[in-house]
């Protein structure tokens, strides 16, 4: 199956404005891969909780991943109208049909909608 990198972010249906959800941001790597040194960037808007690597808040993000490369996480806020990760490979590569996921909120994981 030939096909471009894509992502997917569930739960994507049903979300009541006002409620607190986890998200997860499923990615998987197309036909030709990702290799060392690539990097994955997924935006957020201003209006969530701000992203956090660290401790047990709000806005927690959990990397989750099967294959052996290396990965770092990076989290940037782009002058108050987006936050966005950045996930990059350092050492060995997402091979064609691999997949990251994460959460965004984790131990909290949860964001208001």
Not at 16 to 40: C, H, L, N, Q
Not at 51 to 67: E, T, Y
Not at 92 to 113: D, H, Q, T, W
């Amino acid at each position: 199956m030939l096909f471009r990198s894509r992502a997917a972010l569930t739960p994507d249906r049903g979300l009541i404005a006002g409620s607190i959800y986890t998200f997860t941001v499923r990615f998987t790597a197309g036909k030709d891969g990702i290799d060392e040194g690539g990097m994955m960037i997924f935006s957020f808007p201003i209006t969530w909780t701000k992203p956090v690597l660290r401790g047990n808040s709000p806005g927690r993000i959990v990397l989750h991943k099967k294959q052996s490369c290396k990965l770092t996480v990076e989290l940037r806020e782009d002058h108050g109208t987006e936050y966005y990760v950045l996930i990059r490979i350092v050492k060995g590569l997402l091979a064609p049909g691999e997949e990251i996921s994460f959460e965004i909120g984790r131990a909290s994981c949860r964001e208001r909608v």
